[in-house]
């Protein structure tokens, strides 16, 4: 199946390929998940020092109680939150569009060449000592120093234009790279020493960031330390030990959580993990949910693994409907009315089709079977003789009835007529070798007709092996 | 935005996959092997199982065109009882690990535990006509 073009319209680490920040593709894989390969949502550390979101290591525990990465044995409640990663994270997320733009912007170098994320081994910093570092490395990768320059240049003017309309006036100087005040080239170190007042325009920056990224704006709101956190935090939902508990227990249990209890025992089970899992995961968040929407993501994962799952396909659950006791069989047969009509109209035409072709085919049999016989057509006519070929005209149409009762090729010669290909010449009767030619095939179906004429009796058992329609 | 795990998972992956289509210079470069992928509704948490639509004849490719490597196991159950829980399934795996342990499992076989007893059996003993079957085969997909 192949996504839709906005889907395909996620953030993705290897959009850093082919730009000239393409070290950032390492960095961005840091900060993501290696189980949901997503920006970390809620890090949690485990006890063997890997890190995962909680909700993915929160349901992965649930069915084997092991680190993804490692192995080793892992407790749910052993988790601890990677608080200063989640810093981090979000600091890079809000980032992200304006280095990509950055990135993006039509560059005179040539792009580094494509590379595999293993084996990047550069790092790098985010921050203000970026800029330094990122040239540096930048200028390790691209080799020759002619494109440097460029760089340069490309660099100033990204970082100053952040909507993609500026364009730079001609006046000979540069722009500070973070408070845009133009000056001559060589001030531009001094000032960044002693003077620069920093960005002129947060807003601006701030609101092109969000543009790519729903979720920036809240985040950005967010202080960058959490000096007081844990207000008032939701309680975590302690496991169930399901083999312990009840049918009317767990339904009780589940009623007072607000929780549907439709479905099987084990669909009950599973619901009521999933509500735990996404429950405790949003009590690890630095922002945690409402509880309608954690409902609501609840309704997500009914749709796609819980009751309301396509469990295999439509046709399979329409099929589970019908078959119930209950079903309005009435109901479904008038509301269907007209596509089962159209199914039968089809299946029919559909059949006339097929009809058809075994027709054509058949009569190309016949034409190759014709000449075959024509080429044996001597020996029969010493076998048979001259005063059986009356007999055979007679038979040609015996035969025609024969074999509308048996076999596929049965209504050749009923519907041949009806054939714009069909030359009624090449197939009547009429011309005198077809009665000779008819007869050997005819003496082979007598015996299963029934009634046998006279004299021919013993024909087969002579004419069977040369004759046989193959 | 009703999207599974699923769902926005494979989105990352197939982005990841379109934009960096992984190593090149094996001795498969330029060789064409149309297979199919079927993933779960749980996948990351369970492997998807690989299926190659042409004729593979390889020791650890079923007749059917099956593929039966570690990495396609889910780490609880051993159907062949010899492979390691590090190297099977895990959600950290991915469609790139996947395709990368495909083309190293088509260039070395494993014949501990065989999916195509045939095939593994001529690998051992009869190496050169077992070479000759693999290239007739790939030639053949080629339209060769």
């Known amino acids: ?141 691209v080799k020759g120093g002619e494109v440097t320059a460029a760089m340069m240049r490309e660099e100033y003017d990204a970082i100053e234009s952040d909507d993609s309309t500026y364009s730079e006036p001609d006046d000979g100087l540069v722009a500070c790279p973070i408070c845009q005040k133009r000056m001559k080239v060589n001030q531009v170190d001094p000032h960044l020493e002693a003077s620069c007042v920093g960005p002129p325009d947060e807003q601006s920056s701030s609101a092109s960031r969000s543009r790519g990224n729903p979720n920036s704006n809240s985040r950005s709101a967010r202080p960058a330390v959490q000096i007081s956190p844990q207000k008032t935090r939701p309680e975590r939902l302690p496991a169930l030990a399901y083999s312990m508990i ?11 959580l607000g929780l549907s209890t439709a479905g099987s025992r084990p669909m009950l089970e599973r619901r009521h993990q999933e509500w735990v899992i996404i ?73 006339n089709q097929v009809e058809k072709q075994n027709r054509e085919a058949s009569e190309e049999q016949q034409k190759d079977s014709e000449k075959q016989r024509h080429e044996q057509l001597p020996e029969v006519m010493d076998l048979t003789g001259p005063s059986s070929q009356p007999e055979g005209k007679y038979k040609a149409e015996g035969k025609s009835k024969a074999e509308v009762e048996g076999e596929g090729e049965s209504k050749v010669e009923m519907d041949i007529p009806l054939d714009e290909g069909f030359h009624p010449a090449d197939y009547s009767p009429e011309p005198p070798h077809y009665g000779i030619l008819e007869q050997p095939k005819e003496m082979q179906y007598v015996p299963h007709q029934g009634p046998v004429p006279p004299g021919n009796a013993e024909m087969p058992i002579q004419s069977k092996p040369t004759f046989l329609p193959q | 935005m009703a999207q599974s795990t699923a769902h926005r998972r494979l989105l990352q992956e197939y982005r990841a996959l379109t934009n960096n289509p992984g190593p090149e210079g094996t001795p498969f470069e330029g060789g064409v092997f149309p297979a199919e992928l079927r993933f779960p509704k749980d996948y990351p948490l369970a492997p ?87 290239r007739d085969g790939v030639r053949r997909m080629l339209g060769l």
């Not at chain 1, 993915?56 to 080793?72: G, N, V």
């Not at chain 2, 690990?97 to 535990?113: F, G, R, Y």
């Not at chain 2, 195509?116 to 079957?133: F, H, I, L, T």
Request: some cysteine.
């Open chain 2, 48 to 134: 998807p199982s690989m299926k190659f639509l042409g004729e593979v004849w390889h020791p650890n490719v079923y007749p059917s065109g099956l593929v039966c490597i570690s990495i396609l196991h889910p780490p609880g159950d051993d159907p062949n009882h010899y492979e390691h829980a590090s190297e099977r399934w895990s959600p950290i795996q991915s469609v790139e690990k996947i395709l990368i342990s495909v083309m190293s499992m088509l260039a070395e076989p494993n014949d501990e535990s065989p999916a195509n007893v045939e095939a593994a059996k001529m690998w051992r003993d009869r190496r050169g006509e077992y070479e000759q079957k693999v």
């Open chain 1, 1 to 141: 199946m192949e996504p839709r073009n906005e889907e395909l319209d996620v953030p993705n680490l290897t959009d850093w390929l082919n730009t000239p920040l393409a070290g950032l593709m390492p960095v961005e894989q840091a900060f993501r998940c290696h189980v949901c390969k997503d920006f970390y949502n809620s890090p949690m550390l485990t006890s063997c020092n890997h890190t995962f979101c909680s909700i993915c290591i929160r349901r992965y525990l649930s069915t084997d109680p092991t680190c993804p990465l490692c192995r080793a044995k892992v407790e749910e409640v052993k988790l601890r939150g990677n608080w200063a990663l989640r810093e981090a994270v979000d600091a890079f997320v809000q980032a992200r569009d304006t280095l990509l733009q950055v990135a993006r912007k039509p560059v005179a170098a040539p792009s580094p060449p494509k590379r595999k994320a293993a084996e990047y081994d550069e790092t790098h910093t985010d921050g203000r000592e970026n800029k330094r570092h990122r040239m540096s490395t930048r200028s390790r990768r």
């Open chain 1, 279 to 351: 429950w405790n995961a949003n009590c690890d968040s630095a922002k945690p949910k409402k509880r309608f929407e954690l409902l609501h993501d609840l309704e997500v994962w009914e749709k796609t693994m819980g009751t309301r799952a396509p469990t295999s396909s439509r046709a399979a659950i329409l099929g589970a409907q019908i078959k119930d006791k209950n079903f309005d069989r009435e109901g479904w047969a008038n509301k269907n009315k007209n596509s089962f009509q159209d199914l039968i109209a089809n299946a029919r035409r559909t059949r």
């Open chain 1, 246 to 256: 009840k049918d009317g227990a767990l339904r009780k249990k589940m009623a007072e």
